[in-house]
C-alpha cells in the first residue's frame, strides 16, 4: 500500500522500530497491573462518535503538548507502513497529509458485510455472523472499527516510545473523526488536505510536501489511494490540479 516515490511505501521496518510489543494488538491483561504496564495504555479510542459502515470520515490527531509524531523520515514511512498494515482492511483511503505534529486522513469504512467477514475471520467473538442482524450486533461492529483504528495509533506510539526511549501519550486522548455527506464538501476537505503543508508554511508549492498523498495523483506506480474515484470528484486531472493550484476562500474543516 501507498508505494510511491514521495517516501509512501512498505518497505521493512526502519531501525528501532523492529518491536514485536509495538504491534501486538492483543497485549496481556496482567502486563498493565503495575506502574510499567499503565504506561503502556497510551491510547484509547473515542467512542462517542460512532464510526459506521459505508460512511465517509475526515479522520485527525496530533501529538499531546508540544510533541511531534515525527522526527525524522523514518517515522513518517513507519507510520504509513501501520496505516496500510490496519486501516485498509477496513477503509478505502481517497486523501492524506503527515505534519510534523498532526495528520488528516479523508476515508471511507468499508461495508457492513465487508466489516463482518473481516472481523469474524480475525476475532474469535466475531464467528457467527448471525450476531450482527440486530441494533446490538451493528452497535458491537461500530465500536470495534473505533477501536480498530485506535490499535494502530498504539501501535505506531509504543515503537515511537521505544525507539526514542520516551513513556506516556504520544497523541492527545481520542482520535477525532467528522463525517462526511456533501460532494462539495469532499472536494474543499480534498484540497484542505493536501493544501495544509502551505497553510502552515511548511512549502510554497504544496508538490514540494512528500508526506501527502497530492504527488501519487500523477505517479503512474500503483497506490492504495482511490485515484480515479477523486479525479472523478473533480471531473478530470486537469480540474484537479486547477483545483489545488489556488486557494478556497472562507473554507473551514468541520472539527470535533
Request: glycine share 6%; aromatic share 18%; proline share 8%.
Amino acid at each position: 500500500g501507498f508505494k510511491n516515490p514521495e517516501g509512501i511505501n512498505t518497505e521493512p521496518d526502519p531501525e528501532g522500530f523492529k518491536n514485536p510489543e509495538g504491534i501486538n494488538t492483543e497485549p496481556d491483561p496482567e502486563g498493565f497491573q503495575n506502574p510499567q504496564g499503565l504506561n503502556n495504555i497510551i491510547f484509547m479510542p473515542n467512542i462517542r462518535e460512532p464510526v459506521e459502515p459505508d460512511t465517509y470520515y475526515h479522520i485527525y490527531s496530533h501529538a499531546v503538548g508540544n510533541e511531534n509524531l515525527f522526527r525524522e523520515d523514518e517515522n513518517y514511512r513507519y507510520f504509513l507502513k501501520k496505516y496500510a498494515e490496519y486501516l485498509n482492511p477496513i477503509s478505502e483511503t481517497f486523501a492524506y497529509c503527515l505534519m510534523p505534529n498532526h495528520f488528516h486522513f479523508l476515508i471511507r469504512i468499508k461495508s457492513k458485510e465487508e466489516l463482518i467477514q473481516l472481523y469474524s475471520e480475525k476475532y474469535p467473538r466475531f464467528k457467527d455472523p448471525r450476531g450482527f442482524q440486530n441494533t446490538e450486533g451493528l452497535n458491537k461492529l461500530i465500536r470495534q472499527n473505533s477501536l480498530h483504528i485506535g490499535n494502530f495509533f498504539n501501535a505506531y506510539s509504543k515503537a515511537y516510545n521505544k525507539k526514542y526511549n520516551r513513556k506516556g501519550p504520544l497523541f492527545v486522548p481520542d482520535f477525532f473523526r467528522k463525517p462526511v455527506y456533501s460532494a462539495d464538501y469532499l472536494q474543499k476537505l480534498v484540497h484542505y488536505i493536501h493544501f495544509n503543508p502551505v497553510h502552515h508554511g511548511f512549502v510554497s508549492d504544496l508538490r514540494d510536501w512528500k508526506y501527502s498523498s497530492f504527488e501519487s495523483f500523477f505517479s503512474p506506480k500503483a497506490t492504495s489511494i482511490c485515484r480515479e474515484t477523486v479525479i472523478e470528484w473533480f471531473d478530470d486531472l486537469a480540474n484537479f490540479l486547477y483545483f489545488h493550484r489556488r486557494n478556497i476562500e472562507g473554507f473551514e474543516p468541520e472539527f470535533d
